[in-house]
């Protein structure tokens, strides 16, 4: 896979170096952000997880106990070749 940018005005491509994070106001006028302003910024999620409270076992279905969990996303399996006619 190429991506390239490409300018909007006249379809020139865009050097990687020249090309900037940031966007249009509503009369035309560009902002630019930087990698500092981005750091700045306070995360609104993060890859952890926030143990609020336990609950007790004996508070649990046990067959919550039966099966696997994770917290990881799962991939979609594989469907199979479509049926045929």
Known sequence: MIREKSCSADGSEVPYEEVAKGFELPGGEMVVLTDEDLADLPLTSSK???VLHFTPAGQLDPILFNRATSSSRRRPRYPGP???P
Do not use: R, Y
């Open 48 to 50: 952890s997880i926030e």
């Open 82 to 84: 479509p049926p045929g």
